[in-house]
Structure formats: structure tokens, C-alpha cells
């Protein structure tokens, strides 16, 4: 099997972590466990087109960053979420008591007009 400097590098890289973790005294087992992670992923690394790699690196470049910009942002939306809801509430509330207090009259049987809109028109005949 031949080799390209994907493999090579990856290889290096993982018999030096495993030599790290020896050095620093590690289980056999967690040496093996490194070593065995280290060349599948040696081995998936320098199998993969550069193309496919950057394609790869990019979209665990955009996950690192919505991991580390989300939890700031996360409390900020949520007290604007649970605002809008308070909000939404109100805004039924004054429109139910503003149907309540308008419904059967008609709006130009008052002396003096009030408009809730600016496309509603009061007649001249309704005004005193």
C-alpha cells in the first residue's frame, strides 16, 4: 500500500501521541485505544480528496463556531422569546376589551370621533 504525506503525517502524529500518553504513564489499554483511533483516522484523512477534506473542515469549522456563539446568545433570545409571548398576551388583552367596548355601537354615533386607524373616515354629519 502506498502512502501519501496525509498518511504519514496522521501516523507520526499518532505514534507520538501515544508515545505523550506512555510517557505519561496511561493504561495499555488507553495507549491502545489511542493508537487505534489514531490510525483509522490517519487512515480516513489520507483516503479522502483534499476537496472532500476542506468540505469536512469547513462544516466542523461552522460547528465549533455555533458552539461557541450559541450559549451567549442563548439567554438573550430566550428573555426576548418569553418577552414577545408578554407582549402578545397584552395586545389580545387591549383587543378584546376594545372589541368589548365597541361591539353593537357604531363608531360615528359618538360626538366626538375616535379613530383606531388612520383608514377609517368619519363622516361630516357625525361630527359636532
Known amino acids: 500500500m502506498t502512502r501519501n504525506w496525509r ?4 501516523l507520526f502524529l499518532t505514534g507520538m501521541a501515544v508515545g505523550c500518553g506512555l510517557f505519561l504513564e496511561v493504561s495499555a489499554k488507553q495507549a491502545a485505544g489511542i493508537a487505534l483511533i489514531g490510525v483509522a483516522l490517519s487512515w480516513l484523512i489520507g483516503s479522502l ?4 477534506l476542506g468540505v ?11 458552539y461557541i456563539a450559541v450559549p ?18 397584552a395586545i389580545a388583552d387591549l ?5 368589548s367596548t ?9 360626538p ?9 373616515t368619519i363622516p361630516d354629519s357625525a361630527k359636532n
Not at 49 to 52: A, G, H, L, N
Not at 56 to 66: D, K, M
Not at 72 to 89: H, N
Not at 103 to 109: C, F
Request: glycine letters at 4%.
Open 102 to 110: 365597541f361591539r353593537g355601537t357604531n363608531i360615528t354615533d359618538f
Open 49 to 52: 480528496t483534499p476537496r472532500t
Open 95 to 99: 383587543q378584546s376589551a376594545v372589541k
Open 112 to 120: 366626538k370621533a375616535v379613530v383606531f386607524t388612520r383608514f377609517v
Open 72 to 89: 451567549p446568545a442563548w439567554p438573550d433570545w430566550k428573555s426576548t422569546k418569553e418577552s414577545a409571548a408578554e407582549y402578545d398576551l
Open 56 to 66: 469536512a473542515f469547513a462544516i466542523l469549522l461552522c460547528a465549533a463556531g455555533l
Open 7 to 10: 498518511h504519514k503525517a496522521g
